[in-house]
């Protein structure tokens, strides 16, 4: 089953916003066995529209678009698909409801363009957006489904979850997905190919895997198709098991979670907490892990000690450290941790302090230089770890390292 | 001047990668005067890449593909361009120099697949890829140009940059265009158009307003073209200047800068110090300012004080303070900004204390309301925002405020 996405507005093109939505639609769709065919971002014109809906129907089943149904003049989505699909717009009431209850509860005055958006093309079935005013029109049209949703990503979200992915489903009578993620760390994408490349071979044709690189790590996805669920699942964890054997040492979770996430859920099961002291990450860590609601339980704080001066005084890092092995060294990286896990008493403390770039490097410790240590009541361990030039890689895979160093000593005091 | 941007690859269609090149592209061809008609997203498949590239040169001049150049079997771009332009591949000797010299310096064995990144079609203009293999290739076609190159962003970024934007400006004889960007806040997208309306319409055709709207603020963008870049220069000056007047007090800044550059370069300038008391944004302000190069010499760190036990040690808030007001609190926040002036010892410091969500709310105190100090030698001032229920949204908007906070306060003291 192909699917293509339709983004209407200038916003992108011009560069304003980033397209978020259509990745995560993608991966949405995916979990589905809705293949994504073209993703296409075009600009707020009625002819431009239209020929981007028909050249997307005659590759794909399901065209999503997002965006362009505003209240403004500029929004001309609505008004091109009501001519395009020859239903008049006409008001529906319940939508309207809908939206005067909407500002009700802003306590804003409602203009004329506001009801406005209360009328839809007649002959499309609406879905009510609870998220905001505009409403989602799903059209059936020579068996193709065309539906058009607001743009905005927390209302786009919802509208997928909720109403348009499971319609998808019943419409087509999608077989089912079952997936099963493998994160690993420590082993390059083709070097891991090879020591699995016969469990893949192995693999019968209704369960494929993939090979999803990013920042040091290789996410594998399997994912089987069929009509017995109950079969595929145990399939799949059948396969799972084998490769988990196979690269034991490489595999950090099989879950379909952010690292962070997982390691948050780890440490709160088992009433742990963790602060951090970041120096060249800035706080990135930080915010990494408070993103995830209910962070809180378990992380406690930290410090950004980017001076010498707030290493000392918050952490307690000492002086002749600085002064004889430099901030950058494994020294300052565990003396950071230790003062992290006493002055902010907690179970673990992570402590990052490298060379982001592009200014600070030497010859001994060029740009891309970065100690981290992990410490507990059972000790501490510095590890040094040489990235490359760019500054925002560098701060994300030191984030990146300071978290698989936490977790296999987690993994290794709870023995999971 | 019409361009249209073709990605290739399954990573975006997937959902592994969200595409930012794309919204780079755009607002780099936009300050050359090339609008970006169409983004498409494709598969590593000829025949689609054959189609996509027939369909965006019926609407643009300028097509600009990124991806698919890779090592690898999968991917196909270049020898699909190859027959596409009726261009035999052959190997380029400047091309494969450089792909040998590029592994003798990471010290790698070369393997074949690497030397096939030198073959390029016969007939195309070659562009060296300083910071990659995959060479870039530029097409003459009908009058059309094509330009293909590696996804990787910072090769593409430098190649755009370097090679690719320039050789445009030269081939099409492009007008001057002259950006004048005014940052404002506190006042809505309508309201502010109102406000300067008449100022708006008198501008003359060759100079466009935009209004572009991000989190609390709204940048608006002076365009103007043609072929004086001296008079565009003044003329947009002399616009500038007009809108300025008019809505003064909500103009933040005329630099196209991020707004937390913008900040320390201020401080920068006048040798002030930095730091940061976050609890609800977590470290996400702290990265905000640390993921720009240099910002060493303003921001000294800061304390991500999550619980209440890291306000009272790291910061020195009372435990009557927060016992009685409660963490999320005008007395707390400023508490915890005048704490991180001492503790941290700079100029001046922000403190940000609030309920991210979706948990932690109450009726008095429901999710979004955030509590900001900004705290300087002249004292402390706190401020109530009321945000909204989306966690990462309150977060970012805090952060956003927070810096409006301290910026008002820096113009106030330093009279700018």
Redesign the interface.
């Given at each position: 089953m192909l699917a293509e996405i339709i983004t209407i507005g200038d916003e992108?093109?011009?560069?304003?916003?980033?397209?978020?939505n259509?990745?995560?639609?993608?991966?949405?769709l995916?979990k589905i066995g809705v293949?994504?065919?073209?993703?296409?971002?075009?600009?707020d014109e009625a002819e431009?529209i239209i020929s981007?809906l028909e050249?997307a129907q005659k590759r794909a089943d399901i065209i999503l678009i997002t965006g362009g149904l505003g209240p403004t003049k500029d929004d001309v989505t609505k008004i091109t698909l009501s001519k395009y699909f020859n239903m008049p717009l006409k008001l529906d009431e319940a939508t309207l409801a809908h939206v005067k209850q909407f500002f009700e509860k802003l306590n804003r005055p409602m203009i004329e363009a506001n009801v406005k958006q209360a009328e839809v093309p007649d002959g499309c079935t609406v879905i009510m957006n609870k998220n905001g005013t505009a409403p989602c029109m799903w059209f059936e049209h020579h068996g193709k489904i065309i539906v058009s949703m607001p743009g905005v990503p927390?209302e786009m979200k919802y509208l997928m979850t909720d109403e348009i992915i499971p319609r998808i489903q019943q419409r087509f009578q999608m077989p089912f997905i079952v997936h099963q993620n493998i994160l690993t760390a420590g082993l390059g994408e083709s070097f891991l190919a090879e020591q699995i490349a016969d469990i893949e071979e192995a693999l019968p044709s209704h369960i494929k895997l993939?090979y999803?690189p990013?920042l040091g790590q290789v996410r594998l996805r399997l994912s089987a198709t069929g009509d017995n669920e109950v079969a595929l699942l145990a399939e799949v964890a059948f396969h799972t098991n084998r490769i988990v054997e196979r690269v034991d040492k490489y595999v950090v979770l099989t879950e379909d979670l952010p690292f962070e996430k997982a390691i948050l859920n780890l440490m709160s099961k088992h009433g742990l907490t963790l602060?951090?002291a970041?120096s060249c990450?800035?706080?990135?860590?930080?915010?990494l892990?408070?993103?995830h609601?209910?962070?809180?339980a378990v992380?406690?704080?930290?410090?950004?000690?980017?001076?010498n001066?707030?290493k000392q005084?918050?952490l307690g890092v000492k002086e002749e450290t600085l002064a004889k092995f430099g901030a950058v060294s494994e020294q300052t990286a565990s003396e950071m941790a230790l003062g992290a896990l006493v002055?902010?008493?907690t179970d673990y403390a992570i402590a990052i302090t490298g060379i982001a770039?592009?200014?600070g490097g030497s010859e001994q410790k060029p740009v891309g230089t970065v100690w981290i240590a992990v410490a507990s009541k059972n000790g501490v361990k510095a590890k040094l770890y040489q990235f490359a030039s760019?500054?925002?890689q560098n701060?994300e895979r030191s984030a990146m390292a300071a978290m698989m160093m936490l977790f296999l000593q987690l993994k290794q005091d709870l023995s999971v």
């Open positions: 992108i093109l011009i560069g304003q916003i980033v397209d978020t259509s990745a995560w639609m993608g991966v949405e995916n293949k994504v065919k073209q993703i296409t971002s075009i600009s431009h981007a050249e927390f993939a999803l990013k602060s951090l970041e990450t800035g706080g990135y860590l930080s915010h892990f408070t993103q609601p209910g962070s809180s992380f406690q704080g930290g410090g950004v000690t980017y001076s001066a707030l005084s918050v002055n902010f008493n770039g592009p200014d760019q500054r925002l701060i």
